[in-house]
Nanobody
């Protein structure tokens, strides 16, 4: 069992940047793939970025070239650097394994991008 706590969200203007953090309650070294998900109002939760234990990354087309996912196994943490933010990035952001595990969903962190 692992608890994931997201932070770093907030209000940012379009074109701005935010860095989201996800800290796990135990080592994530053995977890192969970690990801960042988001859920906008009235929409389904979607995977926006994922990273393997070896550091390989993959992004949804909607964020490719703007977001960067990274992980620090020594700190049990996963990060999401959001650049060139757009109003359509407004959502609650969560981290979880990929595929996700229902018991690992945390409270998420709200990101609001104003136009």
């Amino acid at each position: 069992q692992v608890q994931l706590v997201e932070s770093g969200g907030g209000l940012v203007q379009a074109g701005g940047s935010l860095r989201l953090s996800c800290v796990a309650s135990r080592s994530i070294f053995s977890i192969d793939v970690m990801g960042w998900y988001r859920q906008a109002p009235g929409k389904q939760r979607e995977l926006v970025a994922k990273i393997t234990a070896g550091g390989s990354t993959n992004y949804a087309d909607s964020v490719k070239g703007r977001f960067t996912i990274s992980r620090d196994n020594a700190k049990n943490a996963v990060f999401l650097q959001m650049n060139s933010a757009k109003p359509e990035d407004t959502a609650v952001y969560y981290c979880n394994t990929v595929p996700s595990w229902r018991d690992y969903w945390g409270q998420g962190t709200q990101v609001t991008v104003s136009s």
